[in-house]
C-alpha cells in the first residue's frame, strides 16, 4: 500500500473521530434540565434539620436559625370573672325560664283552688327542689297569699323571688378557699383544691375551667392529673393547662397510684410556690367501699405535704335525683366542702341548687353555664334566682 493510501485512511479515522465527539455533545445539549429541589437537603436521620455546607462553600443568604425556629405558642387570655353569672341570668329569662314561668302564671290567677296548689307543688318538684324544700315554700307561699291577697304581676314576682331566695340561702359563704396557708412547722404551702365526682358529669373540664377562673384572678396554679385510670383524662388536663400557661403533674403510666400523682402534684406546687394546686380524681363509683379507700388514700398522702384548703364535689344539674344519689356517696367519703353545678345553662331543673345544699350541708359554689372555656362563674344566690323569674 502506498503512502499516499495510508494518509487518507487516516484522515478518514479523524473525520470520524470528529463526528461522533459532536453528536455526543449535541445529545446532551437537547436533555430536560432536573428540576429544582422542593426545598433545602435534609440530614440523613430525616430530622428536617439542614445539613452543613460542605467547605468551601459559600454560606445561605437566611440564616438557619429563621428555618428551625418555632413561633411560641399564644396563651388564652380568659375572661374576666366578674359578671359571668350575668350571662346565666340572661340565658334563663331568654330561654322563657320555665320554673319561674310557671309558678308566676299560677300564682297570679285571680282565685287559686287547691288544684293551683297542687299545680305549683308538682312544678317545684318537676323542677328538683325536693319534696321537703317545696313543702315549705307552698306553706309560705298559702300564708302570704292568704294574708296579703297580692295578685299584681310585679307583687307576686316579689313574694315568689323572696321565697326562692331564702331557700337557695344567700347567707351561705360560696367564696373559695385559694390563698396560701402556712403550715405548723411554718412552711407557706399552696392551698390545695380537690376535684371528685363521677365520671361524666364534666369533672375533668371542670378543673381545666377553673385554673382559667384562677388565672383570670392572678393566681398562680399548679395541676395534678390524678385520674390515671382513663387514659384521655392526663391529655385533656394537660390540654386546658397548657392554654394558659399552667403545668400539669401527670403519671404516663395508666393505673398509676393517683395518690402517688397528687403527692407529687401538691410537691410541684409548694417548689414553684405557686398559690393553687388543682388535683382531678378519677370518678368511678361502683362501689363506696372502694372509692372510700382511693379518696381516703389520696387525702392522707396529700396533706403529709399541705392541708386541703377544698373538696369540690362537680354535678350534673340535669341529672335530677340520680345527681342526689352521687352526692350522698361523695357526702360521707369525701368530706365536700362545696359543690359545682354544670350543665345549669337553660334547665327547668334549677332546684337542684336547694336539693343538695339542703342534702349535704355545703354550697353551690360555682356554676357552669355552658360549652365555652370561660363559661364556669361564682354562684350567686340572687342573680340564679332572678335568672330563673325572668323579667315581668
Request: proline letters at 6%; hydrophobic letters at 45%.
Amino acid at each position: 500500500m502506498t503512502d499516499t493510501a495510508w494518509i487518507w485512511i487516516l484522515l478518514a479515522v479523524v473525520l470520524v473521530a470528529a463526528l461522533g465527539t459532536a453528536l455526543v455533545a449535541s445529545t446532551r445539549g437537547r436533555r430536560a434540565p432536573r428540576p429544582p429541589q422542593a426545598g433545602p437537603p435534609r440530614a440523613a436521620g430525616g430530622t428536617g434539620v439542614l445539613d452543613r455546607p460542605e467547605a468551601g462553600t459559600a454560606e445561605p443568604a437566611a440564616p438557619e436559625a429563621e428555618v428551625l425556629e418555632r413561633p411560641a405558642r399564644q396563651l388564652d387570655v380568659p375572661e374576666p370573672v366578674e359578671g359571668r353569672l350575668v350571662r346565666l341570668r340572661s340565658r334563663l329569662a331568654r330561654s322563657g325560664s320555665p320554673l319561674g314561668a310557671r309558678l308566676l302564671a299560677v300564682l297570679s290567677r285571680d282565685h287559686l283552688t287547691e288544684d293551683d296548689w297542687d299545680e305549683l307543688e308538682e312544678t317545684l318538684l318537676l323542677a328538683d327542689i325536693g319534696a321537703g324544700p317545696t313543702s315549705e315554700i307552698v306553706d309560705a307561699l298559702r300564708t302570704r297569699v292568704r294574708v296579703e291577697g297580692v295578685r299584681d304581676p310585679a307583687a307576686v314576682r316579689a313574694m315568689l323571688r323572696a321565697e326562692l331566695l331564702a331557700l337557695v340561702d344567700p347567707s351561705l359563704d360560696r367564696s373559695l378557699a385559694t390563698t396560701r396557708v402556712r403550715r405548723d412547722d411554718g412552711v407557706e404551702v399552696p392551698a390545695v383544691v380537690l376535684v371528685v365526682g363521677v365520671n361524666g358529669t364534666g369533672k375533668t373540664t371542670t378543673v381545666g375551667k377553673l385554673a382559667r377562673v384562677l388565672v383570670a384572678e392572678d393566681r398562680a396554679v399548679v395541676l395534678g392529673a390524678a385520674d390515671t385510670f382513663r387514659a384521655a383524662a392526663a391529655d385533656q388536663l394537660q390540654t386546658w393547662g397548657g392554654r394558659v400557661g399552667v403545668p400539669t403533674v401527670r403519671s404516663d403510666k395508666e393505673g398509676a397510684d393517683p395518690a402517688a400523682v397528687a403527692f407529687d402534684a401538691v410537691r410541684r406546687g409548694r417548689e414553684d410556690s405557686v398559690d393553687v394546686v388543682l388535683v382531678d380524681t378519677a370518678g368511678r363509683l361502683q362501689n363506696k367501699a372502694g372509692l372510700m379507700d382511693e379518696l381516703g388514700k389520696i387525702r392522707r398522702v396529700i396533706t403529709k405535704e399541705a392541708p386541703l384548703a377544698e373538696v369540690l364535689l362537680v354535678l350534673d344539674a340535669t341529672t335530677g335525683q340520680n345527681g342526689m344519689n352521687q352526692a350522698r356517696v361523695f357526702g360521707e367519703v369525701a368530706g365536700v366542702t362545696g359543690i359545682v353545678l354544670t350543665k345549669l345553662d337553660g334547665t327547668a331543673r334549677g332546684g337542684i341548687v336547694v336539693a343538695v345544699q339542703r342534702e349535704l350541708g355545703v354550697p353551690v359554689k360555682l356554676v357552669g353555664l355552658g360549652e365555652g372555656p370561660d363559661d364556669l362563674a361564682p354562684f350567686d344566690a340572687g342573680s340564679f334566682v332572678d335568672g330563673l323569674l325572668g323579667d315581668v
